[in-house]
């Protein structure tokens, strides 16, 4: 995508305004982020069909065992989103009700398109050290940029938080990782694999990263610690986060 065309896009042009009309949207209002973990399996999904859930990543292949579709769609990961581009920008059209949430480098670079129901963010870097933490590890002014993540699941509780929502329900957040048994390991960049099989025990489809899929190697520890940031940042503004997963190793939200 040229320059030109990019901030032509209306859009790119006017994120923040389009962002700024969604604060505090929800206010009222309790929400569920849904990770993508293997826990899901274990739970019957279909108690969600009048409530406001945020789905990311390859969530769509629940959707044929599911009979509601996520309100609000979050995806970042930068291996992950060209992987899955072609799914991923046929969304808004078939979701014309959900509203999508983008790094706007995705546009920059023509990887995702727009749509009247999509809205891109400024991603912001992560400040780690110890005079910044955590205010730089998690933003409540989605306007002025969502922070970079350790996972999907915390980009998007900065938007639910943004948008006013709580309490806020983790589920699917399984935050465990065993590596699998047959993938392709970059030599240059050792954190970016490919799996050679439809064998992830890690999420809630053995073919979510499955044969040809590329995906960055989890890393459990930082989860935990943006998980942590997260709390901390909520508590002192009063928004409530409840973990509602079953199972799984995410203890720093209670249910």
Avoid at 97 to 116: A, G
Avoid at 241 to 247: C, K, L, R
């Amino acid at each position: 995508m040229t320059i030109r065309r990019f901030f032509c896009d209306e859009m790119v042009r006017t994120r923040a305004k389009r962002l700024l009309a969604l604060r505090n949207s929800f206010t009222g209002n309790r929400c569920f982020i849904m990770g993508n973990g293997p826990s899901l399996n274990h739970m019957n999904l279909n108690l969600l069909t009048y409530e406001y859930v945020w789905g990311s990543n390859r969530c769509y292949l629940l959707f044929d065992r599911i009979e509601w579709r996520p309100k609000f769609y979050v995806a970042m990961d930068k291996r992950v989103v060209p992987d899955n581009r072609e799914q991923i920008n046929n969304l808004p059209g078939l979701l014309p009700s959900t509203l999508f949430f983008y790094p706007v480098e995705f546009r920059r670079k023509d990887i995702l398109r727009s749509f009247s129901n999509v809205y891109w963010y400024d991603e912001k870097p992560l400040r780690l050290d110890m005079n910044k933490l955590p205010e730089g590890t998690f933003s409540t002014d989605a306007a002025n940029g969502v922070f970079a993540s350790f996972t999907v699941t915390i980009s998007a509780l900065q938007l639910a938080v943004y948008l006013g929502f709580n309490p806020i329900y983790l589920i699917g957040c399984d935050t465990s990782y065993s590596r699998q048994v047959s993938i392709n390991v970059d030599d240059s960049y050792p954190d970016r694999l490919t799996a050679t099989d439809n064998n992830d025990r890690n999420h809630f489809d053995p073919g979510y990263y499955g044969l040809g899929k590329k995906y960055h190697e989890p890393h459990v520890a930082r989860m935990l610690f943006h998980y942590h940031e997260a709390r901390l940042v909520c508590e002192a503004s009063g928004v409530n986060i409840y973990n509602a997963t079953v199972g799984g190793n995410l203890e720093e939200y209670y249910y």
